[in-house]
């Protein structure tokens, strides 16, 4: 959620940040409920005070003469005060309420390090790792590859849901199982805490993230209740502490959870039907940060690598892109995704994106701290990345280890999980 106050002392600065996002934001609706709140809120403070006057005044009066024409007119005066605060309340909270949906309806400001760009085809190579494996065999794409080892049913997994699920099994099941605890332990040990959330998860949670109101279709939502199928353990691990007031030095805060995810993939019919790629229902290691403003960019840095690290403990060609204005996620100020390569198609496939929301989200949820010793409070700044998604990992895996005898050989770090060198 925007600062209000930022928004009212410098809108030509907001409206020239989201003008760079592309697209179409006028403030000037705010800015007018705004000032009408404002003036609603001077005339019920001088209507308060009067108020309170008016009874001092009349437990004065009525000492001397309790049914004077004074006391009368003073009753009567604040009665009347009395009734007009009634009409100002309710008409407070209704443009209170408007000023908040317009606030839930606006996109993070880029960061001023944030390259300006129109779209993905003006974002940022930062670095590439690892040679990209051109094989002399013809590379079959994962999904292939992986029917062909009967690794993974597309057929089963369409009669049993629909399609765009996937049943994995035997060592496909055994694969994934060995990426999610891999990775894991890699987090760990870089000093993130699991936690294992609910993937059900209520509204004002999806909203604190940004995935409410502007992107309920792209959410599963349980029917007769309110509650939704996460999608991304971002949402629950950063609503643990929704509406709290953290101490400084409990800052940094830092969580990896793996947790199942469910998207609709809403717009993407047609696009990478097949396989492990988009689907509704996959599996991933998220990692979350909530900082201090001042740390928060070499957190996001730190982040990026921790990601990263997983991608080189593979030994996957990848590289990291840093998304321009244009290409931002809603929430996100700044962003940086790490791309797999994917030899059967030539390309790199993003497979994490690592944001930082700076105090975005925790306006929305409501998310301080405070320093001990110093009056008031700060809003926490969050930060979050895949590390990695499982099945995209796997798509990686799968085409980058294959051998010219049809099978699949398991990197190194995976082999002591799997128990065996080849699939």
Not at 34 to 55: C, F, K, T
Not at 177 to 198: C, D, K, T
């Amino acid at each position: 959620m925007l600062d209000l106050k930022l928004i009212r002392e410098n809108p030509d600065l907001v409206q020239t940040k989201l003008n760079q996002r592309g697209g179409s934001y006028d403030l000037s609706t705010i800015v007018s409920l705004d000032q009408q709140r404002r003036e609603l809120e001077v005339e019920r403070s001088q209507l308060q005070a009067r108020s309170n006057e008016v009874g001092k005044l009349v437990g004065q009066k009525i000492k001397a003469d309790p049914k004077s024409d004074e006391v009368q007119a003073l009753r009567e005066e604040g009665n009347a005060l009395k009734a007009k605060l009634s009409e100002l309340e309710p008409r407070e909270k209704a443009i209170r309420e408007q000023i908040e949906t317009q606030l839930l309806g606006f996109p993070n400001l880029p960061s001023d390090t944030t390259p300006i760009g129109k779209d993905e085809t003006e974002n940022v190579e930062v670095r590439r790792w690892g040679d990209e494996f051109k094989p002399s065999i013809a590379v079959l794409p994962h999904y292939e590859i992986a029917e062909k080892l009967g690794i993974i049913n597309t057929e089963r997994a369409t009669k049993i849901a629909q399609t765009r699920f996937v049943v994995l099994m035997g060592a496909g099941a055994a694969l994934e199982r060995a990426l999610i605890q891999f990775m894991l332990n890699q987090q760990i040990s870089a000093g993130y805490v699991e936690i294992l959330p609910p993937v059900l998860i209520n509204s004002r949670s999806m909203t604190a993230t940004g995935q409410l109101p502007k992107f309920s279709e792209e959410s599963f939502k349980c029917a007769d209740d309110d509650l939704w199928l996460a999608p991304t353990a971002e949402v629950p691990v950063t609503n643990l502490y929704r509406d709290e007031i953290l101490s400084a030095d409990q800052l940094p805060i830092y969580h990896c959870a793996y947790t199942p995810c469910f998207r609709r993939e809403a717009g993407s019919y047609g696009r990478d039907t097949r396989g492990l790629i988009r689907l509704h229902q996959f599996n991933k290691v998220e990692l979350v940060k909530l900082v201090q403003p001042e740390t928060s960019e070499q957190e996001h840095q730190s982040l990026v690598r921790n990601a990263e690290a997983i991608l080189e403990a593979l030994k996957l060609p990848y590289r990291t892109i840093e998304l321009c204005t244009g290409d931002l996620g809603f929430g996100a100020a700044k962003c940086f995704d790490l791309e797999v390569w994917l030899p059967s198609s030539g390309t790199y496939r993003e497979i994490s994106s690592c944001s930082n929301f700076k105090d975005f989200q925790a306006r929305r949820g409501n998310i301080r701290f405070k320093e001990a010793g110093q009056k008031g409070t700060q809003f926490v700044h969050t930060l979050n990345g895949s590390g990695l998604a499982i099945g995209r990992t796997m798509a990686a895996v799968l085409e980058n280890y294959q051998q010219a005898d049809g099978t699949v050989r398991v990197p190194d770090v995976l082999q002591p999980y799997l128990g065996r060198e080849v699939l």
